[in-house]
C-alpha cells in the first residue's frame, strides 16, 4: 500500500511533467513561428526587386551568351511588377 502511493505520485508527476514539457514546445512553436515569419524578408519585397532588376540589367549590359534568356526574365520581372 505505501510503494502504491509512490508509484502514483511519481506516475502523477512524470505525466504532469510530460504535459508541461509539451505545452512548453506548442507554446514555443505557436510564438516563434508568427515571429520568424515576420522577421524573414518577403520574396517580392521591392527593395530585392529592385536589386534583382539592377543586377539583371548590369548582366544584360555585359553580354555574354546568357543575355537573351536574362533579357527575357528581366521582361517577366518587369510583368510580374507592372499593376494589373
Known amino acids: ?5 509512490a ?8 505525466f ?9 514546445v506548442v507554446g514555443a512553436f505557436i510564438v516563434l513561428v508568427p ?4 522577421l524573414t524578408p518577403r ?5 530585392y526587386v529592385a ?3 539592377a543586377d ?3 548582366r544584360v549590359a555585359q553580354g555574354g551568351a546568357d543575355a537573351p534568356q536574362l533579357r527575357r526574365v528581366l521582361t517577366h520581372l ?7
Not at 35 to 38: A, L, N, W
Not at 43 to 47: F, G, I, L, V
Request: charge should be positive; charged fraction near 10%.
Open 78 to 84: 518587369d510583368q510580374l511588377g507592372a499593376p494589373p
Open 51 to 53: 536589386q534583382i532588376r
Open 7 to 14: 508509484a502514483a505520485l511519481g506516475l502523477g508527476a512524470a
Open 43 to 47: 520574396a517580392m519585397a521591392p527593395h
Open 16 to 24: 504532469i511533467a510530460w504535459w508541461k514539457a509539451v505545452a512548453l
Open 35 to 38: 515571429v520568424i515569419g515576420s
Open 56 to 58: 539583371l540589367q548590369r
Open 1 to 5: 500500500m505505501l510503494l502504491g502511493w
